[in-house]
């Protein structure tokens, strides 16, 4: 298969268009390499701005004096031998004033030579007339890949599909036309852009294969972010002022455009003030976040209640997915201020794009979530009820009644395996299952209830103190579900905090045994399991003020 690939874009190959181009490219040549007995694959590419083209003279000579060749001596001629070589050509352009830009239109222009003088027909019944091909093009294939400025390409794209339909023959040839094309260049949005470019890439596998999927082709009309995102972020990077006309600094320009991706369906009722100030500027925004979206204040006029206080280039730099913000959190790189709430909650505020700080503390589990639902698929979180009702069960049933208790702790663990199917497994709901139904064995064979009781606590915050030592401490396999999933485990901040926490736990159930064993030799015994539920009830309330507390303590710096 021989493809040409006509770069069409002023900038080349750093043009918005060609990121559209390369993972479509990606996609074919994919395919290409799979498919078994695949004829060899041949790649030509050329960009318009480094050819030399001139404008057509309109002087026909093509026709009638040196019947297919041009009279002008430039790059086109060998612009035409490669078209004629192609199997498949890839139009990759921008949409410059509702059409292709000027130097593509010029090679366009120039492809007369490749037609006829005589009048005809069209096959297709399109537009009022034509010329017949000089050459048999009737097994090329023709592809365009482009990008616009407008935050949708539907209703911008008309003249284009004009032009093609002329060229190629209505419904000849394949558009894949996106929208917010501007955003491709911004590092900060690469999350979002990134995952539009896999489907683009998996058009490209597709299209090899016989044609792209309607499924596909409905991710590509998916907006990279809503029209009022978009308009906010592209009004913002022009640096000007709407009411002045002045310009503005970067630092303003950059606040503004993460202003723009605030979610107001994430408005709980309260207004919020998130205060940026940039510490190498000395420069302080506001933006509040409002029911009806997002403001930005220069004035300091509002009642901050977040304050960031980081160096404006650190920030960016985090935005960019240089540095992860969480650990520059953890280096006290920067500062947060009052409420941090909104940095546990900043996907929610502002979305999966990269202009969070990595969300701080939440982030970095987005693009799994982001990934499932593209797909339609659930993420599977895990569940630490799963891995706590064993042990309740038998602790409770066991202390109760020997025989039954055991029978029923038995059953758990062989019912709970069930509910799996909904959630991950972690290797501490395997070790559960194993203890407990070791443990209640135990008892059900006639083993000391006043020993085997004690040691299951024992043995519950083994587990707990062992894990801490661990990469990844016990609750934090469970507590990634409200931190943003898999993505939190690389997240400092949060194993530390887990790490802590874990270790109480672990100690609380080290301890339990001793009372445990006490307890059993009273009239109370069958009490044991209520009683030593006290204290992690207790716990459990320390548990959730920690989780608040100690992040928020580390982000001011004190």
């Not at 501007?182 to 294969?209: D, H, I, M, N």
């Not at 109760?400 to 799996?420: E, K, Q, R, T, W």
């Not at 194993?434 to 008892?443: D, K």
């Not at 006043?450 to 299951?456: A, H, Q």
């Amino acid at each position: 298969m021989n493809i040409f690939v006509i770069n069409g874009s002023p900038r080349g190959e750093k043009s918005n268009s060609y990121q559209l181009t390369k993972a479509f490219l990606r996609g074919m040549t994919l395919a290409l390499g799979k498919a078994p007995d695949t004829e060899q694959v041949n790649m030509k590419t050329v960009s318009v701005n480094e050819l030399h083209i001139h404008p057509c003279l309109g002087c026909f000579s093509c026709w009638n004096k040196t019947p297919g060749k041009c009279c002008i001596q430039d790059d086109m001629q060998e612009i035409i031998e490669k078209l004629l070589w192609a199997d498949v050509i890839i139009w990759s352009f921008p949409l410059y004033y509702f059409t292709v830009p000027g130097g593509l239109k010029n090679l366009i222009d120039r492809q007369l030579p490749m037609l006829l003088p005589f009048m005809t027909e069209r096959k297709d019944s399109f537009g009022s007339g034509s010329h017949p091909s000089r050459y048999d093009i009737s097994r090329k294939r023709n592809i365009i890949l482009s990008t616009c400025g407008f935050y949708t390409a539907e209703g911008n794209y008309d003249g284009i599909y004009s032009l093609f339909d002329h060229m190629c023959g209505k419904d000849q040839y394949t558009a894949l036309c996106c929208g917010q094309g501007e955003l491709f260049r911004v590092p900060e949005l690469s999350e979002r852009t990134e995952a539009y470019l896999k489907f683009v890439e998996k058009a490209g596998q597709e299209y090899v294969k016989g044609g792209i999927q309607e499924s596909t082709w409905a991710n590509l009309r998916q907006l990279l972010y809503p029209k009022e995102t978009f308009e906010a972020m592209a009004d913002a990077s022009w640096g000007i002022n709407r009411e002045s006309g002045e310009k503005e600094s970067e630092s303003l320009i950059f606040t503004r455009q993460m202003a723009a991706l605030y979610h107001k369906a994430a408005y709980q009722g309260k207004d919020l003030v998130l205060e940026m100030y940039y510490t190498d500027l000395n420069e302080c925004y506001q933006i509040l976040l409002g029911r009806e979206g997002s403001s930005v204040f220069t004035d300091g006029s509002q009642t901050a209640t977040t304050r960031i206080e980081t160096p404006y280039t650190l920030w960016r730099s985090i935005a960019a997915g240089e540095i992860r913000g969480d650990e520059a959190l953890m280096k006290k790189m920067y500062k947060v201020k009052g409420d941090f709430h909104l940095m546990l909650q900043w996907d929610t505020y502002f979305g999966s794009g990269k202009t969070s700080p990595e969300g701080a503390i939440k982030k970095n589990g987005a693009a799994q979530g982001e990934d499932c639902r593209n797909l339609h698929i659930p993420p599977r979180g895990t569940n630490m009820n799963l891995l706590l009702l064993p042990w309740i069960i038998f602790w409770a049933a066991a202390s109760i009644h020997s025989y039954n208790g055991s029978l029923l702790s038995i059953a758990s663990c062989a019912v709970i395996p069930l509910l799996f199917y909904r959630n991950k497994k972690t290797i501490y709901d395997t070790l559960t299952a194993a203890l407990v139904i070791g443990f209640s064995l135990g008892i059900f064979l006639g083993a000391p209830k006043r020993i085997l009781l004690p040691l299951s606590y024992l043995s519950f915050g083994i587990m707990w103190t062992a894990s801490c030592f661990r990469k990844i401490p016990l609750t934090a396999h469970y507590s990634l579900n409200q931190y943003g999933g898999e993505g939190a485990l690389q997240n400092p901040l949060f194993l530390k905090t887990n790490r802590i926490l874990t270790f109480m736990w672990g100690i609380l159930y080290l301890l339990t045994p001793i009372w445990t064993y006490f307890i059993m030799g009273t009239r109370i015994t069958a009490l044991t399991g209520a009683i030593n539920s006290i204290l992690p009830i207790f716990m459990g309330i320390f548990t959730a003020w920690f989780q608040k507390w100690y992040p928020a303590k580390v982000a001011s710096g004190d």
